[in-house]
């Protein structure tokens, strides 16, 4: 929809229907540094609303376990079927390559409403028995009610459905508050829940920022759930206003993942996948690698060979099809990611390439836009603000070492837990590392290769709780046990 100015202008969604607001926030293309979009800017009155709707439609969703199934499929091809439109806005709206949103972003965001359509017709309960008492017992589970679903803005549509379609398929209704920096195709999903068959009410969103809406939203005694990704210090926020009404909360928080690269790792592979994991979707991934740790008799060889092929992977505008990297999400978040690098300067470290080092190619209209180069930083301390905080920008750091037992209590000295690599020819040698990294996932010899049956998430500050079918199942129930004397 157009509004002031020609731009675009966002409508919150409740009860199925499109509500415009009382104010409006600036939305920035992060690819030119220009207002592009206005999204509304909402508060309790709106949270209110929605609740309401949530309220309306929950009991009948909740009855038709058969029904969600087809809506799911239903909104999944419609979701395809607008496949090249939705990844042309993502990548508009959050500075990611155009080929990234129609290979990654927009294809995982159909496969999620599919893969829960599926999945969540094949749970199964618990049941045993007590001969010697005469009893039977055996467990039911139920939906929660209306869930708070709050999601980050590095992969919008793609965290977003990973949280709406687990929900409603177990039977609750949600309100969906997306970041209120990438909102649109969020916005642009609501035009096609009517046609998938999907009530009015079972799915509300509405847009705003964190303090106004994000606040009014997981406080409201009448909201018994949140799934939330996204910072830490916002997760500790949500916890302490939830607490007075032990809500039920699943926190998928950030990461400072290593990459381990043993000596008979096979770089040919390790070196372009460690670039990916490294600068994919500007580095802002909370899966992304930011510590390269690398056995010291291949250090020399493996870091020119990867400074090479990070100089090689190319900047560029996010329509480029060519690129493999856009602009970052913001103006801020792009002076946060570069003072980092500021920082590693004043403490002695190298920075082999990228910002400050090599220069950046950019159109003239696009000298305004979030970009940077994917930056190298070596002969850097374990205890560097580099090497712990997670930087959640194109910026990693490699560093060598000597034995596995150093390496993996050097892995684990940091706060997070949430995604580690591997790399090593050694079978037992990985099964050995992978155990005892503080991880929730770890990949050996690949990165990001995602099987959504088995659970995802963090361990220590990288958050609480764990998603996936069986997982995201038993978040968004309740279970009851029942004993049936006979
Ligand atoms: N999954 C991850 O690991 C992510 C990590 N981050 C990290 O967080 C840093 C800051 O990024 P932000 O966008 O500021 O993350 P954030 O945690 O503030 O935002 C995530 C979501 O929470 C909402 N939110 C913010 N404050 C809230 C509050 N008080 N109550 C309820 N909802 C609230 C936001 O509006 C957004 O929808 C990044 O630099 C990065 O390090 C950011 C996005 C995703
Ligand atoms: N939670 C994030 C990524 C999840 C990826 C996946 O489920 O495959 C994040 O980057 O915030």
Known sequence: MAGRGGLLMLENFIGGKFLPCSSYLDSYDPSTGEVYCHVPNSGKEEVEAAVEAARAAFPGWSSRPQERSQVLQRLADLLEQSLEELAQAES???GKTITLARTMDIPRAVHNFRFFASSILHHTSECTQMDHLGCLHYTVRAPVGIAALISPWNLPLYLLTWKIAPAIAAGNTVIAKPSELTSVTAWMMCRLLEKAGVPPGVVNIVFGTGPRVGEALVSHPEVPLISFTGSQPTAERITQLSAPYCKKLSLELGGKNPAIIFEDANLAECIPTTVRSSFANQGEICLCTSRIFVQRNIYSEFLKRF???????????????????????????????????????????QILCGEGVDKLNLPPRNQAGYFMLPTVITDVKDESCCMKEEIFGPVTCVVPFDSEEEVIQRANNVKYGLAATVWSGNVGRVHRVAKKLQSGLVWTNCWLIRELN???????????GREGAKDSYEFFTEVKTITVKH
Request: proline share 5%; no cysteine; net charge positive.
């Open 92 to 94: 508009k709206d959050q």
């Open 307 to 349: 400074v090479e092929a990070a100089r090689m992977w190319k900047v560029g505008i996010p329509s480029d099809p060519s690129a493999d990297m856009g602009a970052l999400i913001s103006k801020a978040h792009l002076e946060k990611v570069r003072s980092y690098i500021k920082k590693a300067r004043m403490e002695g470290a």
């Open 454 to 464: 088995l659970p995802f998430g963090g361990m220590k500050s990288s958050g609480v």
